[in-house]
């Protein structure tokens, strides 16, 4: 069954420091792969995405996530997190351009002064 | 341009009523989704509309939901009797139809509270 892992629940950092948060995913062909953010109170906005080519992707709010086929992952990484980065991040995965998204469990990020 | 919005954005109703959710799209989304995240696990796909029709329902919990989207327009999802079960957040979202794999815009969601 296709799948998509977010093995952390809950991950604290201090302002200024790095982000890793990691996705893995289990799909019959490589899908089309997301990163979305959800602030409180606030709906599901779209951080970047991977449908081909470059596996470095660029998005926004300084965020960048790497395909990587041999481990079926893709990490969203930042190299400096701000207060306003806290937030609820999903990764998430479809087969085709138009069909129903999986999403993982989501991790929350929790940044400290 | 306006985003996807849904209506309400909270809902308390006591187990056994009914209760009707809505998602206006944004203007020339042909494709309509209606996603549900239960407390505590992850969002969830209920189904997806082209137009008017529904293309893919294979995650409609059980026929006390119902999806419609008259006109190929807005999208209603009603829910009849509600259970405690029912209780989280639905998202809808929509996406174009035409231009190879595209981006689905999610609303902020409605929260459903069934006592």
């Known amino acids: 069954a296709q799948s998509v892992t977010q093995p952390d629940i809950h991950i604290t950092v201090s302002e200024g420091a790095s982000l890793e948060l990691r996705c893995n995913y289990s799909?019959?062909?490589?899908?089309?792969l997301f990163w979305y953010v959800q602030s409180p109170g606030q709906g599901l906005q779209l951080l970047l995405k991977y449908f081909s080519g470059d596996t470095l992707v660029q998005g926004i709010k300084g965020f960048e996530a790497e395909f990587k086929r041999s481990q079926s992952s893709f990490n969203l990484r930042k190299p400096s997190v701000h207060w306003s980065d806290a937030a609820e991040y999903f990764c998430?995965?479809?087969?085709?351009?138009?069909?129903?998204?999986?999403f993982g469990t989501g991790t929350k990020l929790q940044v400290i002064p | 341009e306006a985003g996807v919005t849904q209506f309400p954005s909270h809902s308390v109703i006591e187990k056994g009523q009914t209760v009707t959710l809505r998602c206006d799209p944004i203007?020339?989304?042909?494709?309509l989704y209606w996603y549900r995240r239960v407390m505590g696990k992850e969002i969830k796909f209920l189904l997806h509309?082209?137009?008017?029709?529904?293309?893919?329902e294979s995650g409609m919990p059980n026929n006390r939901f119902l999806a419609e989207r008259t006109g190929g327009t807005y999208s209603t999802l009603k829910v009849q009797p509600a259970e405690l079960e029912d209780s989280g957040v639905y998202f809808c979202?929509?996406?174009?139809?035409?231009?190879?794999?595209?981006?689905?815009?999610f609303g902020p969601g409605t929260r459903l509270t069934v006592l």
């Open positions: 998430a995965a479809a087969s085709g351009g138009y069909q129903k998204v999986t």
């Open positions: 203007s020339g989304h042909d494709n």
């Open positions: 509309f082209v137009k008017e029709s529904k293309q893919d």
């Open positions: 799909y019959g062909a490589t899908p089309y």
């Open positions: 979202a929509s996406s174009q139809l035409a231009g190879g794999p595209n981006e689905q815009f």
